[in-house]
């Protein structure tokens, strides 16, 4: 008989993390869905606990955020965010604490969206932030850690994001030209990204693992 699981889910409203969330949902590998975040979803699920959590106070919910499999989803932009220390509270500091708190609570896999180009050494402060983020959730001893660097995410966002959209038009009609060593550029869905994130944690595959876009193509067109 198969153990029940339970996953977490943190940025279940942004544009992966909403895919990510109804295939939890529907996955039979989970018994619970625990979704965190700063406001309620309007959804309702037998599976689905929602806790509503102030991130700038993440430790204080630490009883709560028990689980198997961890998927975050967490991320913003600078500009969105207002500031450089704004967007590193965001994609740096919430992930790792995330991170910390859910492998001292007995998590075995933490799955998290990076991003292409992510390097701790870069020149370029976003890709620089999201390299050092990387580096530190590999250091809570997780069983299993799943880096997701994608390119260019498509698909309908809740807020604008005028300098992704330009990306999109003008990225889409040469995708098709991209093969080769240029296919991890190429822009991917966040439903395919969602879908190989899933996929990848039910590998119950040990270890530190990296996957670009090519990558998550590959993984996210297997159902």
């Known amino acids: 008989m198969q153990r029940t699981r339970t996953a977490l889910i943190a940025g279940a409203s942004g544009l992966v993390g909403g895919h990510c969330l109804r295939l939890l949902l529907n996955s039979d590998r989970y018994d619970q869905v625990i979704s965190i975040g700063r406001r309620e979803l309007p959804m309702i699920h037998p599976k689905l606990d929602q806790q509503v959590i102030d991130f700038d106070n993440l430790k204080k919910y630490r009883m709560e955020m028990v689980a198997d499999d961890v998927f975050c989803c967490l991320g913003t932009t600078i500009k969105k965010a207002g500031s450089k220390e704004a967007f590193t509270r965001v994609d740096y500091t919430y992930v790792t604490q995330l991170a910390e708190i859910t492998a001292n609570k007995g998590a075995s896999q933490f799955l998290v969206i990076s991003s292409m180009g992510a390097d701790p050494g870069s020149l370029f402060f976003y890709n620089r932030t999201k390299g050092k983020m990387e580096e530190d959730i590999k250091k809570f001893g997780f069983e299993t850690v799943h880096i997701i660097r994608p390119s260019l995410l498509l698909g309908e ?31 991917i869905q966040a439903a395919t990204v969602a879908q190989a994130m899933v996929n990848l944690a039910a590998q119950d595959k040990k270890g530190i693992h990296l996957h670009l876009s090519d990558d998550l193509e590959e993984l996210g067109n297997k159902k």
């Not at 300098?163 to 296919?183: F, Q, R």
């Open 157 to 187: 966002r809740e807020e604008q994001r005028t300098g992704e959209e330009i990306a999109s038009k003008i990225m889409k009609p040469i995708s098709s030209l991209m093969i080769g060593p240029l296919e991890k550029y190429k822009p």
